[in-house]
């Protein structure tokens, strides 16, 4: 393996490395799957669950990651072979670039749809339609065999060009637009919504907690949310972390992406449950609840006033993108620096590589929930079982062996110096990042997959 100690490129500044990290973590698991797993799960208990989750296990496990990638300087696939040289620890490395490089496939679906519903919002599609026209649009369309993989490709193509173009001209500076350009599309979107009569509802729904629905389910799923938000457990902040410079601080850097992150979603949620509740519609469809339940919710909400509801509608769903391709760009990036680092490839041809492998990926996972759905593993369509695979078992089993790796693996002068940029910062949170890293992480870990294995019954 060669090192790239000297030659290696780094993000150019402290406020990039802390936008391209938040670019990853802020996606469609944050506009996406939190507000229908709140919606689900009763609302405001599981926020504070999830919080909980956030903080205690998330933030020292992203802090993992970060102080495996900063010191091995090397991605994912290659750190754990600088760090532990000939041990079995290599395979924790591969593990996630194969996680990234599948996850990459599917995610990339429904980041594509975003753009069609961007195309159907511009060009007044939603216009007129009834609650069930929208059900049945998203059918056609989803279960179309073409329209689905144009908008993948198109997706895909734009995560690999931004890529190719490299760290800091590609991911760092793209972040720098996108990022800004979200955070103005979530307030904006917010005040719209909230300013809705009837919006009070939706509000007391995410802020007033009815503990009597909180069940052990609700728990571990908050918990596994949060691996999913956060971009832990397949070595994506690791890689990112390995472009992170020398002054870059950790703890304030992971405490950033984990407030950055957890605000989107939150907002998200006061974006979608005021507008819901507004015109009367439950939050509890599910993962259609963005791409059936919003356009009616938006038409119906802006009846009055038709124009807004034909600029929210827009904005929502370029928001919805860019904070997908940020993501997206992360997960290519797990891959692309794998290839480039471990075989010597050319940037570029390492990214043509992870494009047309993950294009295969995507293109089938996309088939699979229409055309090729006969075609099915342990009772799930390729979609379903791809995303089963690599969210509920390779997640946590690899985020659980970063935590374990620092925590009694790598040797604590490494892991106290990454902590504190060797010796220049106070870090008093050490003794607390270390006993859970040892500790907690681990044995929740071991209980979300348990359960999501449906160990537990
Ligand atoms: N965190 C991203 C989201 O919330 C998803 C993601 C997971 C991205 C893992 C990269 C790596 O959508």
């Known amino acids: 393996m060669k090192q790239h100690h000297n030659e290696r490129v780094n993000f150019g500044s402290r406020l990039g490395a802390i936008l391209a990290a938040a670019g990853s973590a802020v996606g469609l698991g944050n506009i996406w799957r939190f507000p229908y797993e709140t919606g689900n799960h009763g609302g405001a208990a599981f926020i504070l669950i999830y919080l909980g989750c956030v903080f205690i296990f998330g933030l020292p496990i ?16 290659g750190a754990y072979e600088v760090l532990a040289p000939g041990t079995c620890w290599k395979w924790v490395g591969y593990l996630g670039v194969l996680t990234g490089f599948l996850i990459l496939g599917y995610y990339t679906v429904v980041a594509g749809w975003t ?17 069930d026209d929208f059900v049945v649009m998203f059918q056609h369309f989803s279960q179309n065999p073409l329209r689905p993989l144009l908008w993948l490709f198109i997706f895909m193509f734009a995560t690999h060009f931004i890529v190719v173009r490299g760290v800091k001209e590609g991911i760092e500076k793209s972040s720098k637009i996108m990022m800004p350009v979200l955070f103005v599309l979530v307030l904006l979107l917010c005040v719209c919504s909230l300013t809705l ?67 989107v979603a939150v ?20 993962p259609s609840l963005i791409f059936i339940t919003l356009p009616n919710v938006f038409q119906q909400a802006f009846s009055g006033i038709p124009v807004l509801g034909y600029v929210c509608s827009i904005a929502f769903y370029v928001l919805l993108a860019l904070a997908a391709l940020t993501s997206t760009i992360s997960l290519h990036e797990v891959s692309t620096a794998f290839l480039h680092e471990k075989f010597h490839f050319t940037r570029t041809r390492a990214a043509w590589i992870v494009t047309v492998g993950a294009l295969v990926i995507g293109v089938v996972s996309s088939l699979a929930l229409g055309e090729w759905s006969a075609y099915t593993i342990g009772g799930m369509n390729i979609f379903d079982a791809i995303d089963y695979l690599t969210a509920k078992i390779m997640l946590p089993v690899s985020g659980m062996f970063a935590a374990i790796f620092v925590g009694w693996v790598l040797d604590r002068s490494i892991v106290r110096g990454e902590a504190t940029n060797y010796g220049t910062l106070k870090s008093s949170y050490y003794p607390l990042y270390l006993f859970i890293l040892k500790f907690v992480a681990p044995i929740g870990i071991v209980l979300i997959f348990v359960n999501e294995l449906g160990l537990l019954g």
């Open 62 to 77: 992203m802090m993992a990651e970060f102080t495996i990638g900063r010191r091995s300087k090397a991605s994912t696939g």
């Open 115 to 131: 753009l069609e519903y961007i195309f159907q919002a511009a060009t007044l599609g939603f216009s007129e339609k009834t609650p």
């Open 197 to 263: 009569p009837g919006a009070e509802k939706g509000v007391e729904f995410l802020l007033k907690p009815d503990f009597s629905k909180v069940t052990a389910d609700v728990f571990l799923g908050a918990m596994g949310q949060a691996f999913f938000s956060l971009s832990l457990g397949m070595g994506c902040l690791s890689t990112y972390a390995s472009y992170f410079g020398k002054e870059t601080r950790l703890g304030h850097t992971a405490m950033s992406v984990g407030l950055i992150d957890t605000c």
């Open 267 to 286: 907002l998200a949620g006061l974006i979608i449950f005021p507008a819901a509740f507004a015109v009367g519609i439950q939050p509890d469809a599910g």
